[in-house]
């Protein structure tokens, strides 16, 4: 079955710009988070959904990071005036509903790989 | 504050030998949920093994088995009869219910290295 999608696969960009990177989950799951992952290191997390809304804000770097879901399906996370720190891969995933949330295992996309030059 | 800590950059294991990669944690809650992820070059993180807190019996899934030692707050990864396909970055991770809202906490992982 279709897995976590994510796009673009890669993406270059000149410092300054604004990105938007997109995250399509499994269909039917109802939490999704994103993740940032700089070169060689753990995953930072970002932000979480449940359905539209976003209880957890607490991982966004700054005020130029930002994220939204509709439809309750797929979600945007758009960095404006990006820096080269932001350089990274930023990783999707998506969980299913029912039972304890915190027993459901997360399915992770492949991830966009965001260079700032 | 919760922390997750893998302390081996880097492991080498010979190919059909078995390896394991250390985890420890730091937490105050008492119901939880411990991961392994497998990172291959492609990036997609791939889920390996889960562990609830509250049970004492170490999962396991075929090849790979976990030594959960919840009183010293380690959950280390065993892998037998390791194959070449099972070199990857390898990531523990502890879940837990913060306010509203579910995290996942990564250790900084372990590359895994698979020789022929």
């Known amino acids: 079955g279709a897995g976590v999608s994510q796009s673009p696969s890669n993406k270059v960009t000149e410092k300054g710009k604004d990105v938007e990177l997109r995250c399509d989950p499994i269909?039917?799951?109802?939490?999704l988070y994103w993740y940032r992952q700089s070169l060689g290191q753990g995953l930072e997390f970002l932000i979480y959904?449940?359905?539209?809304?976003?209880?957890?804000k607490s991982g966004l770097p700054s005020d130029r990071f930002s994220a939204e879901r509709t439809g309750g399906s797929v979600s945007t996370l758009t960095i404006q005036r990006t820096q080269q720190e932001d350089s990274a891969v930023y990783l999707c995933?998506?969980?299913?509903?029912?039972?304890?949330?915190?027993?459901?295992?997360?399915?992770f996309g492949d991830g966009t790989r965001l260079s700032i030059l | 504050a919760q922390t997750v800590t893998q302390s081996q950059p880097e492991m080498s294991v010979q190919e059909a030998e078995t390896v394991t990669l250390s985890c420890t944690y730091d937490?105050?809650?008492?119901?939880?949920?411990l991961f392994w992820y497998k990172q291959p070059p492609s990036r997609q993180m791939i889920l390996v093994i889960r562990?609830?807190?509250?049970?004492?019996q170490n999962a396991t899934e075929n090849r790979f088995s976990v030594n959960f030692q919840k009183a010293a707050k380690s959950f280390s990864l065993k892998i037998s009869d390791s194959q070449l396909g099972d070199a990857a970055m390898y990531f523990c991770?502890?879940?837990?219910?913060?306010?509203?809202?579910?995290?996942?906490?990564f250790g900084s992982g372990t590359r895994l290295l698979v020789r022929p």
């Open positions: 995933a998506s969980s299913p509903p029912g039972g304890p949330v915190s027993n459901q295992p997360q399915h």
């Open positions: 269909s039917g799951h109802t939490a």
């Open positions: 959904f449940q359905g539209n809304s976003a209880p957890d």
């Open positions: 937490t105050s809650e008492s119901d939880y949920y």
């Open positions: 562990q609830e807190a509250y049970k004492q």
């Open positions: 991770a502890y879940r837990f219910r913060m306010d509203s809202s579910y995290k996942l906490i």
